[in-house]
């Protein structure tokens, strides 16, 4: 319960920035049988040095083609904690409050 919260703050509360995935693993942990994966990601966050930080998700098997090395994908980081983000994916946009700021390059990207 406690990291969905965490998700939820940062997806409503979050700066958008972009990600480059630098680095990808399987965790070995599954759930609902997709798998939890371990990003290493550069941080592109407006006004702040490029950045890298690793991150967990859950991501579908029909969108892991979508997180493969070199793909930039637009995130969320947690204005207390930039090292803490969240990739800001197409179920996320029900969240208003997290694309009120969003760049429109990403509000693109995730319609696509």
């Not at 939820?8 to 759930?31: C, D, F, N, Q, V």
């Amino acid at each position: 319960l406690k990291p969905n919260m965490e998700y939820s703050r940062i997806i409503k509360t979050g700066i958008p920035a972009t990600a480059t995935i630098l680095y990808m693993t399987e965790t070995g942990t599954r759930i609902n049988n997709q798998p939890l994966v371990k990003f290493e990601v550069q941080v592109e966050l407006p006004g702040v040095p490029t950045y890298t930080t690793t991150t967990k998700s859950i991501v579908s098997y029909l969108h892991i083609s979508q997180f493969q090395p070199g793909a930039k994908i637009p995130v969320m980081v947690d204005s207390k904690n930039n090292m803490k983000i969240v990739f800001l994916l197409q179920g996320d946009m029900s969240h208003s409050n997290a694309l009120s700021n969003a760049y429109p390059q990403q509000v693109e990207e995730i319609k696509v």
